[in-house]
């Protein structure tokens, strides 16, 4: 029997395993919660600032066929791997962002956010050679109406990389998890996650949690835990998922061709899956009662689970806690967080 015949086998008999939450386990992960402001987390990865404007539309434009947006707000969020970064702090840990915004007004409005969560600013690099990545979404009606995008993508320049290289090196012991959050614009690249992986394998004490994209994922080899949505699961393990078999069969893929620990895949409205390796899947129902904007959801799961692993959770606890925290945050419009006050609501 092949691994992956192995594993289908197994999903196939034990297709419930922990979806019940008993008083033991919620004693746990409430006594975890208490350690979270004792938590560091290094932040690595492309960082976004969201722009949102508000409005409401009664009409077409004469123009052309398009609604007319009458504009009653706007405001600017953390977003990309900046919105991990807002997401630790809503669950009260700490956390270092590292990555690269620029020398624009855009990168001022950005910085000035993070300040405001008492988060240190010493990893972030700003360059003269691409501006700060920025989506603007226009919301009518609690509905996207268009979104567009300012950004330059693509490899960082030498001198930046070293000096993030450099930043890595000097501080990489100070935390106790590192998360890498992937939004394809050119930050995490080949030639980044190999010296990050020589400069944590220093460290093995330390997880590296990725939030990936399926371009290149020979990058990602030997990460700690890989959280991709079942869409980049199935790009990255080149096979079409269409049940529960076929899931275990992409899962498998990966972890064989990565060499990975654990893949924690979410799939909307069917909850999450955590493959371990040597352990039976463990799939977890969905807890959201009404989605309104999945925006950011990805970051809520990969911070929660993170700042759940730091604070001595198991994967299968800590994978619990991201998925009552993606159950709240798609609830909320636009690019939200949660606390922790409003996962033990849950856990009730």
Same mark, same amino acid.
């Given at each position: ?18 979806t ?16 979270f402001?004792?938590t560091?987390i ?8 969201d722009?949102f404007i508000w409005?409401s !539309?009664? @009409?077409?434009?004469? #123009?052309?066929?398009? $609604? ?5 707000? &706007?405001?600017? =969020?953390?977003?990309g ?14 956390a ?11 990168g001022d ?8 969560l008492?988060?240190?600013?010493a990893g972030i690099?700003?360059s003269?050679?691409r ?13 996207q !109406?268009? @979104?567009f995008?300012? #950004?330059?993508?693509? $490899? ?5 990389? &070293?000096?993030? =290289?450099?930043f890595?090196?000097?501080n990489i012991s ?9 939004y394809?614009?050119?930050i995490v690249?080949?030639?980044?996650m ?9 460290h093995?004490?330390i ?8 371009k290149?994922?020979?990058r ?5 835990i ?5 869409h980049?699961?199935?790009?990255m393990?080149?096979?079409e998922?269409?049940?529960?078999q076929?899931l275990a069969?992409?899962a498998? =893929?990966?972890?064989?061709?990565l060499k ?8 909307g ?6 493959f371990e390796?040597?352990?039976t ?6 807890v959201a ?9 990805g970051?809520t799961?990969?911070?929660s ?15 619990i ?14 690019t939200a ?9 849950t856990?009730?």
């Amino acid at each position: 029997m092949t691994a992956i015949e192995g594993r289908k086998s197994r999903i196939a008999s034990n297709r419930s395993r922990g979806t019940t939450l008993d008083s033991d386990r919620r004693k746990k992960i409430k006594a975890a919660f208490t350690k979270f402001p004792a938590t560091r987390i290094l932040v690595i990865g492309d960082i976004i600032i969201d722009h949102f404007i508000w409005g409401s !539309v009664s @009409r077409i434009s004469p #123009e052309a066929p398009v $609604p007319v947006v009458n504009v009653t707000g &706007e405001n600017l =969020l953390l977003g990309g791997a900046a919105n991990v970064l807002n997401n630790i702090y809503a669950l009260g840990g700490e956390a270092t962002l590292c990555g690269l915004i620029g020398r624009d007004i855009m990168g001022d409005h950005l910085l000035e956010l993070i300040e405001r969560l008492n988060s240190s600013t010493a990893g972030i690099i700003r360059s003269a050679n691409r501006p700060t990545t920025k989506k603007t979404r226009i919301i009518a009606q609690h509905q996207q !109406v268009v @979104r567009f995008d300012r #950004e330059k993508t693509g $490899p960082l320049q030498k001198e930046d990389l &070293e000096t993030m =290289l450099t930043f890595l090196a000097e501080n990489i012991s100070s935390f106790q998890a590192v998360i890498v959050s992937d939004y394809n614009k050119g930050i995490v690249s080949g030639e980044l996650m190999a010296a990050l992986k020589k400069i944590v394998g220093k460290h093995p004490e330390i997880p590296v949690i990725v939030d990936p994209k399926p371009k290149c994922i020979e990058r990602f080899s030997g990460a700690t835990i890989l959280t991709p949505n079942s869409h980049e699961a199935e790009l990255m393990a080149g096979l079409e998922i269409r049940d529960e078999q076929s899931l275990a069969g992409a899962a498998a =893929l990966i972890q064989n061709k990565l060499k990975v620990d654990a893949i924690l895949i979410t799939r909307g409205e069917a909850g999450m899956a955590l493959f371990e390796k040597g352990k039976t899947p463990f799939l977890i129902p969905t807890v959201a009662k009404e989605v309104f904007d999945v925006t950011g959801a990805g970051d809520t799961v990969i911070a929660s689970l993170a700042l759940a692993r730091a604070a001595g959770l198991s994967l299968e606890e800590a994978a619990i806690v991201a998925n009552q925290a993606a159950g709240i945050v798609v609830g909320k419009l636009g690019t939200a967080t949660v606390t922790r006050a409003e996962i033990l609501g849950t856990l009730r």
